[in-house]
């Protein structure tokens, strides 16, 4: 079993759309938890981390971090077709030599 | 800044052949990391490195080699290329922010062995 699943997707959602990728994990060391966005053909960029539980909020995107659960989630209000992309979950312990374990990602499409 | 580059961008290798990829980071970051993404496995660690003249191995090294002489260069090598090589290969690098280490990619070189 993968220390880290992701819903696995595709998601198409129409333009608007509130939009929620998930993530489950199985390591109780993880304490940092981010969110990539990947577009096609590109690299994956940082976008959104948190460290233990709770919310975090940047413009139209939330990231959540139950570890009582050990499930993360990404919400993204009035999805725009910019935000068509793979998503990636990660996560990290402190004492890791910054290596991340990553989700299998989300393709998500928001559609005009 | 020009963050991570990879080069090259793309490349075809026959089954045998050999070739280095070279990452770059002008960050001044201690960590660096090779990936391969496949579809539907996503990003899978080849090998990284702690700092420079240091190197370990990931979650698939086989295969594979690493050098990081300088600090600011990774190298990946496939001495004996096979098509279980196709693949997407990304190089990163991290620093301690202070609260996090945050991974920045470079672009990827896209590797077809035939």
């Excluded at chain 1, 960029?45 to 971090?65: I, W």
């Excluded at chain 1, 004492?95 to 990602?105: E, L, M, R």
Aim: proline share 5%; charged share 20%.
């Amino acid at each position: 079993q993968k220390e880290v699943e992701q819903d696995p997707g595709p998601l198409s959602v129409p333009e608007g759309a509130i939009v929620s990728l998930n993530c489950t994990y199985s390591n109780s060391a993880f304490q940092y938890f981010m969110w990539y966005r990947q577009y096609s053909r590109k690299g994956p960029e940082l976008l959104m981390y948190t460290y233990s539980s709770g919310n975090k909020e940047d413009g139209r995107f939330t990231a959540q971090v139950d570890k009582s659960s050990k499930y993360i989630s990404l919400f993204i209000r009035d999805s725009q077709p910019s935000d068509s992309a793979t998503y990636l979950c990660a996560m990290s312990g402190r004492t890791n030599a910054g290596k991340s374990t990553f989700g299998d990602g989300t393709t998500l499409t928001v559609k005009p | 800044n020009a963050g991570v580059t990879q080069t090259p961008k793309f490349r075809v290798l026959k089954t045998g052949q050999s070739m280095t990829l070279l990452c770059a980071q002008d960050m001044n970051h201690e960590y660096m990391y090779w990936y391969r993404q496949d579809p539907g496995m996503g990003l899978r660690l080849i090998h990284y490195s702690v700092g420079e003249g240091t190197t370990a191995k990931g979650e698939v090294p086989d295969g594979y080699n690493v050098s990081r002489l300088k600090k600011q260069n990774f190298l990946l090598g496939l001495e004996s290329a096979a098509p279980s090589q196709t693949s997407v290969y990304f190089c990163a690098s991290s620093g301690w922010t202070g609260t996090t280490d945050t991974q920045y990619f470079g672009p990827g070189t896209r590797l077809t062995v035939l």
